[in-house]
């Protein structure tokens, strides 16, 4: 079984534990559950936990009122099956914020939020989940209990998965069902004093957004090539230029490639050019400036790299054809810091 506190702390010598809560331990309600997603993968920025109830039923429901303060008190969520153990804090402070009908969590730095108001919870976990699923499938059945503030515990348990593969556990509609026992306790942490202090540091921003698509002919800011795109991208994104393949790379590990929209059209970017120096300018749409060909029938072909929007990873890389698809066809441009 692996075992994992996931706890971001600031002071030498002291590490958040999970350990008793504040006060006495609540209650566990068991609620129904809309959704609950594991994905597992050899990358592990890349791996997520989500988990979500639109339980409005009583008396086992989601309430705003019951929330107890977790701006104030924190919260936690303890994911775990036969095989894992996960337990992630969310600290009080100034990631949360009080709407008057319901509590919000959002830490854009470390990829976490967590919603909670009259019949809605949703948990969003994108940044050290060490929840295997690789060694360890078929799971069969994952528990959640998410505890916010020092009141009710939710329970949300699904044992009928669609797919219990060694990359992804997913269910939807998984009835109100009590919780298999825990195998640690995970509640909002106190304090203690350790000799090890651990610190989860997420990935620097690489990408800081995309131009809208164009052919292998770039001619933006009326100019061609990647002199244009570099001013294009400095100018929407100040201190950015034309994104590399490298670079597009360490945005998918970044996680900057995640539901990525163009500027000024708002599109939605599926694809990438594959910006490469060092291939050959054949390989690049490139004649006389980089990338201002547009068609092929000289034997110049572009390369481009799919990106699935929903997840934020990029496919493979692509080499164009002699029918010259890849120069005349169209492609979006990041920009990168």
């Given amino acids: 079984m692996s075992k994992v506190w996931l706890s971001v702390v ?3 010598g002291l590490a958040a534990v ?12 068991s609620i129904t559950t809309k959704k609950l997603v594991v994905k597992d993968n050899a990358n592990a920025a890349k791996r997520q936990l989500q988990v979500s109830s639109t339980d409005g039923t009583d008396p086992a429901a989601v309430h705003y009122a019951d929330a107890g303060d977790p701006g104030t008190n924190g919260a936690s969520v303890h994911a775990y099956s036969t ?6 804090v969310l600290h009080p402070g100034a990631n949360w914020k009080d709407t008057g009908s319901k509590w919000k969590y959002n830490d854009k730095v470390a990829k976490r939020s ?14 050290g989940v060490a929840f295997t699923l690789a060694d360890d499938a078929p799971q069969d059945a994952v528990n959640v209990i998410v505890q916010t503030g020092t009141t009710t515990r939710y329970c949300m348990r699904c044992s009928a998965p669609s797919k219990d593969t060694v990359k992804i556990f997913t269910q939807a509609a998984c009835a109100d069902a009590p919780c298999d ?3 640690s306790v995970c509640d909002p942490t106190v304090t203690t004093t350790t000799t090890t202090t651990t610190t989860l540091t997420p990935p620097a921003q690489v990408l800081l957004g995309a131009l ?10 009326a100019t061609l090539g990647l002199t244009g795109s570099d001013a294009a991208c400095s100018s929407n994104f100040p201190g950015s230029h034309t994104c590399t393949y490298a670079e597009l790379q360490a945005a998918e590990t970044s996680g900057d490639l995640l539901g990525l929209k163009s500027t000024p059209g708002n599109q939605t970017v599926t694809s990438f050019w594959a910006i490469n120096s060092l291939e050959p300018d054949n390989l690049q749409c490139h004649t006389t400036i980089p990338w201002d060909y547009a068609t092929a029938h000289t034997g110049h072909f572009g390369e481009k790299v799919s990106l699935d929007n929903g997840t934020g990873a990029l496919g493979t890389l692509q080499v164009g054809q002699p029918d010259g698809a890849f120069c005349s066809g169209s492609s979006w441009v990041g920009c990168c810091h």
Wanted: some cysteine; proline content about 4%.
């Fill in 212 to 221: 809208n698509a164009t052919t292998g002919r770039f001619n933006y800011n």
């Fill in 10 to 12: 600031a002071a030498t």
């Fill in 114 to 127: 967590l919603q909670i108001g009259d019949g809605k919870l949703l948990v969003k976990i994108k940044s």
């Fill in 181 to 183: 026992a825990e195998p």
């Fill in 18 to 29: 999970c350990a008793a809560p504040y006060g006495a331990q609540a209650a566990d309600t």
């Fill in 83 to 88: 095989t894992d153990d996960i337990c992630v």
